[in-house]
């Protein structure tokens, strides 16, 4: 371990542990990717069976140091740890599911505690560089041993952005593409690689200028987020405002180009909220449908009614 390592916060240590036993699972599967067992969460959405055992590793570390902390997984969602502690762990055992499966080397191991809803602790660790991305709230964000900065530069036109596409139902590609359009006739390239959390990390390594993206979930951006802010950059939804963890949209970039970002993106948000909001409002409507079809049924199969000779003279 580096002399800046021995002198971190115990919990980012543990933390530490526990990225590099998940990416030592990650590392071993990687090389038997044609025996792996992929199940499909949604469409497009894959989970295998190395995210369940990095999330397993990474679980039994944690609650290893501290058994009164809680746990919100990728996988397991609420289910490990204590339910109403003020420390919780958000953990994505893989982010870059769907590039690990098909061998292309950019994924990560991503680590966050919060307590009262304020990231305190974060790590992302990429296995196929060996990187490790960490950070502790007022102490800075570092890579191996190299402190992070956000860039320095300040023109749009300049900048190198990176993003992720939707894919996921209710998601709308048009929409999207709209959005990818404004932002891309802007800037001097547009990157896709597809790990959040490794794109946040390299914002704050400088790497690239901004990134953006809808749809995303608390695990892919809690830990990302601490070191943008750690590394002086911003980090917010689409309209500039730090309430992002569960807006399901992200815009982080350095000061100056983050500024230049937001006017951009203002108009695309919400998207995401609101077409889920319309897609559930949308199966209500389909299942009331149903159930009232359903209950109208046993009428229809009934036989014809005879009526008695008195009856039918009184009708």
Request: charged share 25%; hydrophobic share 40%.
């Amino acid at each position: 371990m580096s002399s800046q390592q021995t002198s971190l916060h115990p919990m980012l240590n543990v933390a530490i542990k526990a990225a590099r036993a998940a990416g030592a699972i990650i590392n071993r599967a990687s090389m038997d990717l044609d025996v792996l067992k992929v199940n499909t969460k949604a469409p497009n959405d894959f989970v295998t069976e190395v995210d369940h055992a990095a999330e397993q590793v990474i679980i039994e570390t944690l609650l290893g140091a501290y058994p009164d902390h809680g746990i919100l997984a990728e996988e397991t969602g609420r289910e490990h740890g204590a339910k109403h502690s003020e420390f919780i762990w958000i953990i994505d055992p893989l982010d870059g599911t769907t590039n690990f499966i098909h061998g292309l080397p950019m994924y990560c191991v991503s680590i966050a505690l919060t307590h009262r809803g304020v990231v305190q602790q974060a790590v992302v660790y990429d296995p196929t560089r060996n990187d490790l991305f960490y950070a502790t709230k007022g102490r800075g964000a570092f890579l191996n041993d190299k402190r992070l900065r956000v860039s320095k530069r300040t023109r749009l036109s300049d900048s190198l952005v990176g993003t992720g596409f939707p894919y996921r139902r209710g998601d709308n590609p048009k929409r999207y593409l709209k959005m990818f359009e404004a932002v891309m006739t802007e800037v001097a390239g547009v990157r896709r690689p597809g790990a959040a959390a490794l794109d946040l990390c390299y914002v704050a390594a400088g790497y690239y200028d901004a990134f953006f993206e809808t749809g995303l979930q608390p695990w892919d951006v809690a830990a990302g987020s601490l070191m943008i802010t750690e590394a002086g950059g911003l980090i917010g939804n689409f309209t500039g405002e730090s309430d992002f963890l569960h807006q399901r949209e992200v815009l982080a970039g350095s000061p100056k180009i983050y500024g230049q970002m937001v006017p951009i993106l203002a108009p695309f948000t919400r998207v995401i909220k609101e077409e889920e909001e319309r897609a559930v409002a949308e199966e209500k409507q389909a299942t009331a449908a149903e159930v009232v079809t359903k209950t109208a049924e046993p009428a229809k199969k009934r036989g014809p009614v005879r009526l008695k000779k008195g009856e039918a003279d009184a009708a």
